[in-house]
């Protein structure tokens, strides 16, 4: 569905498009809800994690391209039904491409951006795959149409350029030489405005030219992306169009500039308290869109009349490059796609949001006049005044001879410019076309060299740079790596390729790869290390993250469908390989967490960024070591419920054995300052050593922070009743690995710190309320420390945090010891019990951090802010909020509460006299029983209620085990690698392990059942024996 909102040339205000395009595959794996919607031009986004939180945003046009297609014969797809909703690549030209090419001929600059998140359909939307041509080469179809339509009025020429921008540095995708250092360089002129030094513009006059310097541009960006390491979704891409339009019968030059610009993906960091980073945020990759962005937010700022000094448009070479586009000389129309899947929430809304700020941007779009035409004019002028000179001179007799000889230069220079001008298009037209002739020739080459042998086939993050690169695998054998030496070698570039990287065997038309020593190579998720045979489709990883799919012989191929193999495919086949399925066993559920998909998702897509920093770690000498762990996997709030999973990045020095912890934020960051350092060590040569790096600016160390290890939950429900608690607890790591052993108690006590006895057990915990309650937790000592055993030089700290304490409360360090012992006290108080305190009491766990010391970072210090704390050094909780306000009826209700504490104190009197007499009169009674039965010679029976608290403490120890024995059984998994027999053996064990937890659990209840029962039968005795 599209809506049309104003004609596009009525204003020059930037024109805003959004379209939503159809889920992929790893969002149906992951059995992703759509949380966006549409209603003619206004589009709703939902929270997936409250569905009561909705954002709507209106704009010019909106497309739905999400559901209610069909795909015909042809491949090309299209509406279910005539009239439905989905908006196809040929209404989105004939809304957005229509304008553009109108305004162009009218002879206004225009400009087209595309704008969303990687992998959100930009490139679909702007060059299109197969059939389904994108607004680019259906634009340059219907130029040329144009052009041929009206060359009978008009003499058209139009010239192409195409450029990327990565890291602020300019590339020339067309250029014939090699790259230049440091990029173009980007100028300004008074006239032009900025513009590329030295860019290559490529006469054209065939749709199909432009489509074939299309081709070798990308080709340029595939290839220049590998050997740089250049993420291409963090590059912008430019196409120039140069339409120049002469009219001559009205002496007229109209030019106008079509920009079409790619932007980079818009990734939005989620949110995190951890995000901090000593490194500037936004390196030189992350400028140019960063000050995009600042430009379109002081545009919108000056559109609805704010005052702005200064619009950064200096501040990088696309603001630069597009100053026209934005609030200058140009019409804009900007295309922000997104991704409808609850997984990708933050970056959907983020998009949202920006394409909403830049349609409040108003240019000032003027015709062009070209000054070719009018220098043309003016050397003709000035050639009859000069011919009209020399004839004056002439007839007047006054031969002033090298005067005329001067003259003449004139007229002849005038005369040579006049004809350069006039046939510079036509050479360069004839340039070109010398170049398209043999680029059609290589390309004829390379499509019969498909038909005859095997090749390896590049697959790129950007769906356009897939299938770029073809590298044919013909008889015999073909050393691939960085070499190309020898006339048998296949010169590939890329992280982590050695000179001889691997050897293909092509004989009897079976293909086989062998690794070579030190080389990493992987194929369909595995890593191998003997000749292995390819299979026609197999996916191959050669180094750190050098992609390809291997096509095999055309006998093999078949009418299989190679579209499913994209980058995702490839990196979820190694995230499964690492025993990380993506909602495999989810798929469909609508109760599966999105947040839980979304861990898996940005697991999956870091994987390759990881690989990379540690391939660029190795080349580099730095011997830090990098690895992706899941935050929270295993662990739980003080409530036992499972707390938000992120991914974090765990970087580990490999001599000193120093661990840092960085945030998935953190790490995307220091991934692309890494890539800075690791291209400035390549372009001052290799032999140099990157050690003069300050160590403040290098992005593979950080000063050392202490390291969560995991935590342990010691249930607090005994404290109700006041039962001690003496508990083993198993420190269970954020994958649930057992990192210690934690020997702690909790001990009710007296306000003097004395412990309380099995007489002071309750049955009802409300007997607490209002009373005075004291506890000890009691930290004795930890076993075990996995921490320790890989480093000595480490240290420990417990941290924790009780009910309503603000600031969490840490053990002292203590280094160098496996079993270290703790010996640490704290004594917690409640003056007046709450009820509160009781349900936090009954329902919680003190959550119990291990903390991990390094030599040369600070220890973790208790703050003591905003607590309180007795003179004997006890920690006073459950303090009731202090009243400030004083209400207009204060008199009457303070008169009020007076009466009700005289009332309240008579009260306590009168029950503390009963009381009183009620213990006379048991004590009386008891001395009479004893003194006429004499029993066995025994003193006072025991109280029932003493004997109920003594089974109920027998019961809670029992239940300990219990719950430990269930833990167990909640993290017994079988291994990803366990074959049918390994199986066996897991199921063996499971079956072991829950036949001890239910006899344990059977025999803790019948321990209750026959305490209980032996009470309640010796009350009746004891009823019948005093009745």
């Known amino acids: 569905m599209r809506a049309k909102v104003a004609d596009m040339h009525g204003k020059d205000c930037v024109k805003v498009a959004v379209r939503v395009r159809p889920f992929n595959k790893r969002e149906r794996d992951a059995g992703s809800r759509c949380i966006v919607s549409m209603a003619s031009s206004s589009i709703t986004i939902q929270d997936p994690r409250n569905a009561q939180n909705r954002r709507s945003f209106c704009f010019d046009y909106a497309y739905w391209s999400h559901s209610g297609f069909t795909r015909n014969r042809s491949g090309l797809y299209l509406p279910e039904e005539p009239g439905g909703r989905y908006a196809d690549q040929g209404s989105v030209f004939q809304d957005l491409g229509e304008g553009i090419l109108e305004n162009a001929l009218q002879g206004y600059n225009a400009t087209l951006l595309a704008y969303g998140q990687t992998g959100s359909g930009k490139s679909y939307s702007m060059v299109g795959n197969g059939p389904n041509k994108g607004l680019v080469p259906t634009l340059c179809d219907r130029l040329f149409q144009a052009i041929r339509e009206n060359q009978d009025t008009r003499q058209c020429q139009v010239f192409f350029s195409m450029l990327e921008i990565y890291n602020e540095q300019v590339v020339d995708l067309l250029s014939r030489g090699s790259r230049t250092p440091g990029g173009l360089r980007v100028r300004e002129e008074q006239q032009r405005g900025f513009y590329v030094e030295g860019l290559r513009t490529v006469p054209c006059d065939s749709a199909p030219q432009v489509e074939q310097l299309m081709e070798q541009g990308t080709r340029t960006r595939t290839t220049a992306a590998t050997h740089m390491n250049a993420n291409s979704s963090r590059s912008h891409m430019l196409i120039i169009l140069q339409l120049k339009q002469i009219f001559s019968k009205e002496s007229i030059t109209k030019q106008s500039n079509i920009n079409l610009v790619d932007l980079a993906g818009s990734e939005r960091q989620r949110a995190s308290g951890s995000e901090a980073d000593r490194l500037k945020e936004g390196t030189a990759i992350n400028l140019s869109l960063t000050t995009l962005g600042n430009v379109i937010s002081s545009l919108a700022d000056v559109a609805v009349g704010k005052k702005i000094v200064h619009i950064p448009y200096r501040d990088s070479v696309l603001t630069k490059l597009l100053q026209s586009a934005l609030g200058g000389n140009s019409r804009t129309v900007m295309i922000a796609t997104l991704s409808p899947a609850d997984i990708c929430y933050e970056e959907s809304l983020s998009t949202l949001r920006y394409a909403e700020r830049a349609k409040r941007i108003q240019n000032r779009a003027v015709v062009n006049e070209s000054p070719t035409e009018r220098l043309v004019k003016e050397l003709k002028a000035e050639n009859a005044r000069l011919l009209q000179r020399l004839s004056r001179l002439g007839q007047e007799g006054r031969r002033a001879d090298d005067e005329t000889k001067e003259l003449r230069q004139l007229l002849t220079h005038n005369e040579l410019q006049i004809r350069a001008i006039q046939t510079l298009w036509e050479q360069h037209l004839q340039e070109a076309l010398k170049d398209w002739e043999q680029q059609y020739a290589n390309i004829t080459q390379e499509r019969r060299m498909m038909q005859m042998h095997p090749y390896i086939l590049n697959i790129n993050e950007d769906a356009q740079l897939s299938g770029v690169v073809k590298l044919f695998i013909q008889e015999g054998e073909w050393d691939i790596g960085l070499s190309d030496s020898s006339p048998r070698s296949i010169s590939i570039k890329g992280l982590g390729i050695q000179e001889r990287h691997a050897v293909f065997r092509n004989e009897q038309r079976r293909v086989s790869l062998t690794p070579l020593t030190g080389s990493k190579v992987i194929i369909n998720g595995n890593p191998i290390s003997q000749t292995t045979e390819l299979q026609h489709l197999d996916r191959l990883i050669l180094g750190s993250n050098c992609t390809y799919l291997f096509i095999g012989y055309p006998s093999e191929r078949g009418g299989d469908d190679w579209s499913r193999y994209d980058y995702d495919y490839f990196q979820s086949e190694l995230a499964a390989a690492e025993g990380i399925h993506l909602g495999e066993s989810n798929a469909g559920s609508s109760q599966t967490d999105p947040s839980l998909l979304a861990v898996f998702y940005d697991y999956v897509k870091l994987m390759p960024m990881v690989a990379e920093a540690n391939q660029m770690s190795q080349e580099l000498n730095k011997g830090v070591e990098f690895k992706l762990e899941i935050k929270n996997l295993a662990l739980s709030d003080s409530k036992g419920h499972d707390l938000e999973k992120e991914i974090v990045v765990r970087v580990t020095s490999l001599e000193s054995k120093q661990v840092w912890m960085w945030s998935k934020a953190k790490f995307v960051n220091r991934k692309f300052l890494m890539e800075e350092v690791y291209q400035q060590h390549h372009a001052d040569g290799e032999g140099l050593s990157t050690a003069a790096l300050p160590r403040e600016k290098d992005p593979f160390w950080d000063p050392l922070e202490p390291v969560l290890l995991g935590s342990a939950h010691l249930w607090l429900q005994s404290l109700a009743f006041r039962i001690a608690l003496e508990e083993q607890l198993e420190v269970l790591g954020s994958e649930g690995t057992e990192e210690a052993i934690l020997q702690a108690q909790l001990v009710p006590c007296t306000s003097t710190g004395l412990p309380m006895g099995e007489d002071d057990i309750l049955i009802d915990p409300s007997e607490l309320l209002g009373r005075r309650m004291d506890f000890q937790l009691v930290l004795e000592q930890c076993c075990g420390l996995r921490w320790i055993k890989v480093a000595r030089n480490r240290g420990v700290q417990i941290g924790f945090r009780l009910f309503d304490c603000s600031q969490p409360l840490y053990t002292p360090a203590v280094w160098h010891n496996v079993n270290p012992l703790l010996d640490h006290r704290v004594h917690f108080a409640s003056l007046h019990t709450s009820q509160h305190l009781l349900d936090y009491l009954q329902s919680s766990a003190v959550v119990l951090e291990l903390w991990g010391l390094q030599e040369g970072c600070t220890d973790l210090m208790s703050s003591l802010e905003g607590v309180r704390m007795t003179t004997e050094g006890i920690f006073i909780i459950d303090e009731a909020a202090p009243t400030d306000s004083v ?82 059984l909640r993290r017994h998994r079988p291994s990803e690698e366990s074959d049918l027999l390994g199986l066996r053996l897991f199921m063996d064990e499971q079956s072991r392990l829950l036949k001890d937890f239910s006899e344990q659990l059977e025999q803790s209840v019948s321990s209750l059942k026959q305490d209980v029962a032996a009470i309640v039968r010796r009350k009746r005795e004891r009823s019948g024996i005093w009745s």
Request: proline share 2%; hydrophobic share 30%; net charge positive.
């Open 887 to 968: 209400p207009v009826d204060s008199v009457e209700l303070s008169c009020s509460v007076r009466a009700l504490q005289q009332d309240l104190e008579e009260l306590k009197g009168a029950n503390a006299s009963l009381r009183k007499e009620n213990h006379t009169l048991r004590e009386q009674l008891n001395t009479a029983r004893n003194g006429g039965e004499c029993v066995r010679g025994r003193s006072v029976r025991p109280s029932c209620d003493a004997e109920f608290a003594r089974a109920l403490k027998v019961f809670y120890h029992s239940m300990t085990s219990v719950r430990g024995q269930l833990q167990r």
